[in-house]
């Protein structure tokens, strides 16, 4: 639980750095269009001044104030400084925008995505910090692969066999899961954002809590539910997993061009991802508190028989960084077992994309 608790520190840590740049990402953006256009009205702008001091000029020669020569200087110094003048304003706007393009999508603008930042774990599995790199990799004009951190967190249960889940021994507020894992992106059509094929891998911890004093029990490798011959306090059932998502992920994005390279974004887009998982059970454990003889007991107990392989189904619903999410595993939680069962999933997804 101490280790998890670690992990959840990072992964909120991590998500915090993702929000507050995209943030400031969207800011920058949105001040760039306004310079930019900014910049397409400057030389429209003083040549409406020059029309204006020429014809004040042409005014003063038609009442003989001044020769057609001293005119022709006036005009000509005039449409200099007017041209000075357009030079200059956009050499600052183009400053402007430079200093915010730095500051999009990084601190660095030489840095790629996906360089920014990052969780450093120690080989003992220790959190370390987070690191910020720079690796000047320069910054690429189209790219269609991007990746991001995925946070899932939500309710948990399971499907039985001839049971709805008004029935079901596990209790709703007690049963959750958490998943962390890391996802590719990559755009399908070369001109269109408008399907995506993202990949991946993630940890699932399912976990249930089993009610009115049951508990799992295996004899002969098959396992069930069973009443504990103490009152329970605590039975909770938990599967760490590591999978393979791929999802299909449609919807619309937003292009964002600057001088030397365009992306796509989908933030604050609608976007479905509809796709499978599988992978592996890296441990199965039940842990069980009770009294005995007075005394408080607590055992935790591994290596139950399930399935080896997970595999499922899992789609999402989502508004920029933020969506539902939904998994069903297609395997069942045991090998073998009185009553077939598998595991469901209801949550909120964070994808820091």
């Known amino acids: 639980m101490q280790t998890i608790a670690k992990y959840m520190t990072v992964v909120m840590l991590s998500l915090s750095m993702h929000l507050i740049n995209a943030q400031e990402n969207e800011i920058n953006n949105a001040n760039i269009e306004v310079l930019e256009e900014l910049k397409k009205n400057i030389e429209t702008e003083e040549r409406d001044f020059l029309k204006v001091e020429v014809e ?19 005009k000509q110094a005039l449409a200099e400084k007017r041209a000075l003048n357009i030079e200059n304003r956009i050499a600052i706007i183009d400053n402007k925008i430079s200093l915010l393009q730095r500051n999009v999508e990084g601190y660095n603008h030489d840095v790629d995505e996906g360089d920014i930042a990052g969780v450093s774990i120690s080989n003992d599995g220790t959190f370390v910090g987070i690191r910020i790199n720079g690796k000047n990799i320069p910054r690429k004009y189209d790219k269609r692969t991007t990746s991001d951190l995925v946070f899932a967190i939500g309710f948990n249960n399971a499907i039985i ?33 408008a399907v995506r094929f993202k990949y991946g891998f993630s940890f699932q911890w399912n976990k249930l809590d089993i009610k009115d004093d049951l508990y799992f029990n295996e004899v002969d490798d098959v396992v069930m539910l069973e009443e504990f ?12 997993n590591l999978v393979f998502p791929v999802h299909f992920e449609f919807g619309p994005s937003k292009k964002i061009e600057h001088n030397n390279y365009f992306r796509y974004s989908t933030h604050k887009q609608f976007k479905i991802g509809i796709g499978m998982y599988g992978g592996f059970v890296l441990q199965s454990m039940q842990k069980l508190k009770y009294k005995e003889d007075g005394d408080r007991e607590k ?43 598998n595991n469901i999933s209801l949550g909120i997804r964070f994808d820091m994309d």
Request: hydrophobic fraction near 30%; glycine fraction near 8%.
């Open 161 to 193: 066999e001839g049971e709805s889940l008004n029935d079901s021994p596990y209790k709703l507020g007690g049963s959750g899961f958490v998943e962390l894992g890391w996802a590719w992106k990559t755009r399908v059509f070369k001109n269109s954002n």
């Open 56 to 74: 004040s000029v042409n005014q003063r020669l038609d009442r003989k104030e001044i020769t057609k020569e001293e005119a022709d200087k006036l």
């Open 299 to 341: 055992d935790k107990i591994k290596g139950y028989n399930t399935n080896n392989l997970v595999y499922g189904l899992s789609t999402y619903l989502s508004w920029g960084n933020v969506g539902i999410y939904a998994k069903y595993d297609l395997s069942p939680i045991f090998k073998d077992q009185a009553i077939d069962q």
């Open 229 to 240: 011959p103490s009152n329970l306090s605590k039975s909770k059932f938990r599967t760490t």
